[in-house]
């Protein structure tokens, strides 16, 4: 596999334009184990193997199991979750597919049990964030595999 382009070097302003989205999603009060899931799930979906690549280092380097991490994929079946965790991967879901079926008000309800208004907008900001990047991944042609995680407290 090679890289088609480098966007950064080709359209740096794209980079920072993205950057003070990705900012604003860290500062959110979201937790942040919570938004490398939602990272990972979406990027399982769009089958983005650099966001693969880099957020499931990301989670480790939080802390994150791999069992969890693991299961992810398949994490209606798995008992490892959080009922606000379920909610939010949901959400993710239903985001990162919306074509399919739209956010079911049944869903809607089901993450406001355990976010508010503010977070949800703080939820589908991140989700939106990270389909982003796996769009500008997969279209630019990123490579996985080189990324290393920065060190997390």
Known sequence: MEMRLDYIKVEPEALQTLLKLEGYVKKSGIDHKLLELIKIRAS????????LDMHTKDARAMGETEQRLYMLNAWREAPFYTEAERAAIALTEAVTKISDAGVPQELY???RKHFDEGQFVKLIMAINAINCWNRIAISTGMVPGEYQPAAHK
């Open 109 to 111: 309800e089901q993450v």
């Open 44 to 51: 399982q979906i769009n089958g983005c193997a650099y966001c």
